[in-house]
Each structure stands twice: as C-alpha cells, then as structure tokens.
C-alpha cells in the first residue's frame, strides 16, 4: 500500500462493535472471519481509501486485515500489548506479544501469523540507522529481518512482526502454508511474553547493544 496516502478516519465504535460480534459469534472462525473483513471493506473510509487499488491489491489487504481479526477469536491464545523496554532506544512505545493462556512446547501459535515484503536498498537504508544514543548501524524499526537464503532483508508484516527479540527466545519461526508463524519451544506463561531469536549478530556484533530480557538478567548487551 501506498504510505504516502492519507489513512482513513472512521468512528472506533464501528470498529468495537465489529469485533464484539466476532467474539460473540457462534459459527466456524473462517466463516466469522470473513464476514468480519467484509464489513471492514464496507465502511465508507476504507472504501474510499481502497478506491484507487486493484482487486489483487484490494485482496491483500483484506487478507492483512483478517490476521489481526483473528486475535480477536475466543480460542486465541496470544494478545498485542505495550512495552517500555526499548523506548529510550526507539524514542517510542513499543508492542509485544503476551500469551493469554498456557502454552506448551511444540505449539504452533497459528494466529500469529505474519508475511514478508521486500525491500529496494533505499527503503532499507531508510529504515537502518543510528539510535538516539549514537550507536550506528542499530536498527530503530525491529520489523526487518534478513534473509539468509536470498541475501537480502525483508520487512515483516503482520501480527507477528510484534514478536520482539529475545537471546533466551521462547519460540522460533515456523513456516505454515503461505505464511510464517511461531512455534513454541519452551513453556511459555500466562502473561509471559512470546519471543523469538532475530540473529547472534542482530544487535551488533554479538548482540552486544541487545536490550532483551536475557541480557539484562544476565548483565550481557546494551
């Protein structure tokens, strides 16, 4: 989607009772999903904002939007919340992702899903610079990774991109069909949050400005 374009305004009531009548609906979850991205689509905002695009286009954000639709499932087992950790890096809040109930090693956490988009070489240099501390080449925006096999970074989309890095992750990447999702591999708690291991080499050399949890317990990082 075009960044340059003004996003739409509509009243958040809308938007509330949208999701209230996801949650409350008793039919299979693909069903109550895409009705629930149709009605999307017809507030007047969006479709004056998707005007101008193609079907394909029209489609895929469509598609976007039904992966946050489905956090919203009364089976779901994860939530979007806010975090602190890295605002004195970002110079903003934070989002991460919090397990709402028990989850097992060998879970696949399968609304959490996310894609990847790419990148010209400007949109990543856009996208890598200093923080505020001075530190060069530590990225401010934590959504683009890189991708070994093509040689190139990648900008993650998607409910996922809010799995933040930690060097003692709890989950790792798992490709699921045509998307990417997380997959547990030690206990994870109520309230605990869901990480994932971005590189040794992510945060520095070494990780050495990491910022993550691990590190702070263990007095390693930034």
């Keep these: 989607m075009d960044s340059s374009r003004r996003l739409p305004k509509t009243d958040a009531n809308n938007i509330l009772q ?24 017809l507030l007047q905002p969006i479709r004056y904002y998707l005007s ?19 956090l919203y499932l009364p089976n779901g087992s994860i939530e979007i919340a806010h975090t602190s950790r890295y605002a004195h890096a970002t110079g903003k809040s934070e989002l991460c992702i919090l397990a709402t109930r028990p989850l097992a090693p060998g879970t696949v956490i399968t609304e959490l899903k996310g894609s990847m988009a790419d990148l010209t070489d400007e949109e990543d240099r856009e996208l ?23 040689k190139k970074n990648h900008l ?5 991109r809010f799995v933040n890095h930690d060097c003692g992750n709890n989950a790792e990447l798992f490709r699921e069909g045509r998307y990417i999702t997380f997959r547990v591999i030690k206990p994870i708690a109520v309230g605990e949050e869901v990480t994932a291991h971005y590189g040794d080499d992510y945060f520095g050399r070494n990780n050495r400005h990491c910022l ?9 990082g930034g």
């Design 52 to 70: 101008n695009y193609t079907d394909k286009q029209v489609n895929a954000f469509a598609t976007h939007a039904s992966r946050y639709l489905e």
């Design 212 to 220: 993550c949890q691990t590190c702070e317990d263990t007095g390693r």
């Design 156 to 160: 993650f989309l998607g409910p996922a």
């Design 128 to 150: 890598k610079c200093a923080t505020a501390t001075g530190q060069s080449g530590i990225r401010r925006d934590f959504s683009v990774i890189h991708s070994k096999q093509l």
């Design 18 to 41: 949208m999701v209230r009548r996801l949650v409350a609906a008793k039919a299979q979850p693909s069903v109550v999903i895409r009705e629930a991205v149709d009605n999307l689509l």
